[in-house]
């Protein structure tokens, strides 16, 4: 009974069980990563062509009011072109090492892009919105509100009456 005992296989037992372990979770680990990947890709990407769609139209409809007014020569119709030109560079589909465009900075044409769009802002005077309409947490007041909300306002009342006459004492206030 004792000559077929292997204890050999006693020896390395603890290692045979972290590797059987070690296995299972690698492969577990692969499955869920790809989900959660996926996911997350899902997501970004679809914050990024929110952002490159708002951009696009806003320089689209910029474009009309241009060309409706008979401009062509302007400061703000050169960005809008070469805005619309970064964006119809950016790829629509997901690239892969396969695709001649895997060389692209997709992070470097995306941060071109926003500069544009920052440049063409200053250009027409017009505050940019660089915010997902995904983050409602943090809602920015544009300057529209702000100037509405102004002039729909009472006058407000000052806490201090800081206008009083030359020589009058302020009660309470002995130094």
Not at 29 to 50: Q, S
């Amino acid at each position: 009974m004792f000559e077929n005992f292997d204890l050999e296989s006693l020896v390395n037992l603890e290692q045979s069980f972290y590797d059987a372990g070690y296995s299972d979770g690698f492969a577990h680990g692969r499955i869920h990563g790809l989900i959660e990947g996926r996911a997350l890709g899902r997501e970004k990407g679809f914050e990024m062509w929110e952002e490159l769609g708002y951009y696009e139209g806003f320089a689209l409809m910029w474009q009309a009011v241009y060309a409706s007014q008979g401009k062509e020569d302007d400061r703000a119709l050169h960005h809008i072109k070469h805005l619309l030109e970064l964006i119809s560079q950016f790829p629509r589909v997901n690239p892969s090492s396969s695709h001649a465009s895997s060389d692209l900075d997709i992070p470097k044409l995306f941060r071109q892009i926003r500069s544009r769009y920052k440049a063409l802002c200053s250009s027409l005077g017009v505050r940019p919105s660089l915010r997902a309409s995904g983050d409602a947490q943090h809602k920015e007041r544009t300057l529209e509100d702000e100037l509405d909300d102004a002039a729909n306002s009472k006058p407000k009342k000052s806490v201090w009456n800081l206008e009083r006459g030359p020589g009058s004492e302020l009660e309470g206030m002995s130094f």
